[in-house]
């Protein structure tokens, strides 16, 4: 991610930002940030899961969204994660159909240049969600799968995942992901 400037802009001007951009944007604190292209690992690895979620959550009262929808947090960021699960209805920022408040799990796919920010500083505002109950991150660069899950309001669960044949299971809502798929053709 790059930062457009060191101009102050308030949320209806990343609005109208992202309306006249072709690229996508993160807002936080006053700033905004170009978000940067992705890999061609990157894209199956973020299509595998989502193809593995869409068809566990067919019969569930959940939905699985790609990178387009916009998720924002109570402490003020509004990002793109790679893929989201909300359960029951989506709750929509006012006067927008494309960003969502209460996911129940977020998955980052990690880039060289994105890994710190998502381990640290995205996932500290990602806590803020009260809905939130999984954060997954997975790496493109190895077979390497971090799956955080809420224990009590301030706590998170963390379990790693480094072998194909492993698999990562889900709580709530009810998933599987197995490692084979996730980096089918992609790692």
Known sequence: MSRDSQRHYTVDDYF???????????????????????SLAHNEITANVLSEFRLQLRDA??????????????????????VSVICGEAQ????R???????????????????????????DLYKSIPALKHYILISQAE??????????PDEW?????????????????????RLLEIFRRAV
């Open 16 to 38: 109208m930002v992202e309306e006249m951009s072709e690229v996508k944007h993160e807002y936080f604190n006053g700033e905004i940030f170009a978000m940067a292209g992705a």
């Open 143 to 152: 077979i390497l799968v971090d799956h955080f899950e809420r224990s009590e």
């Open 92 to 95: 929509l920022v006012p006067d």
């Open 97 to 123: 159909s494309d960003t969502a408040t209460n996911p129940v799990i977020l998955v980052e796919v990690l880039s060289e240049a994105t890994e710190e920010y998502d381990r640290g500083d995205k996932f």
């Open 157 to 177: 669960r963390l379990s790693s995942f480094r072998d194909r044949n492993d698999v990562v299971r889900i709580s709530d809502p009810r998933l599987t992901l």
């Open 61 to 82: 009262n959940c939905g699985a969204y790609g990178s387009d929808l916009r998720i924002q947090t109570p402490s003020g960021l509004y990002t793109y994660p790679d």
